[in-house]
């Protein structure tokens, strides 16, 4: 797909370690990246290109591991959401978070 070239440079800039078409391809995705790392400049660009829902669909289901926890409030609350909800987090299977040992355990 073919996107303008000024989400593109956006998109580089968010996603630095990917190419621009790798951050397109999953808009949710790309939205998370937008939203935690974008300068204000960029957010109007990503807007022109982006609805509100789009905006409140990345906020419903996060990648995680991306936003930080002042861009996971700033964006909780700039759609009315409040109080916040927890920042999300990143869930692997079979580990309790809570007991490091579980993620790597004992060899038998």
Do not use: H
């Not at 797909?1 to 790798?22: D, I």
């Amino acid at each position: 797909m073919t996107y303008p070239e000024e989400l593109q440079a956006v998109a580089k800039r968010v996603f630095w370690f990917g190419t621009a078409e790798e951050a397109l391809e999953f808009p949710s995705r790309f939205l998370t990246y937008a939203m935690t790392y974008a300068s204000g400049d960029d957010i109007e660009i990503v807007r022109k290109y982006f609805s509100d829902d789009d905006f409140k669909a990345a906020l419903d289901n996060p990648a995680p591991g991306i936003f930080d926890q002042s861009s996971w409030a700033k964006w909780n609350q700039r759609y009315g959401r409040i109080p916040v909800p927890p920042l999300p987090e990143r869930r692997i299977p079979g580990a309790n978070p809570g007991n490091p040992s579980t993620f790597f355990p004992a060899k038998s």
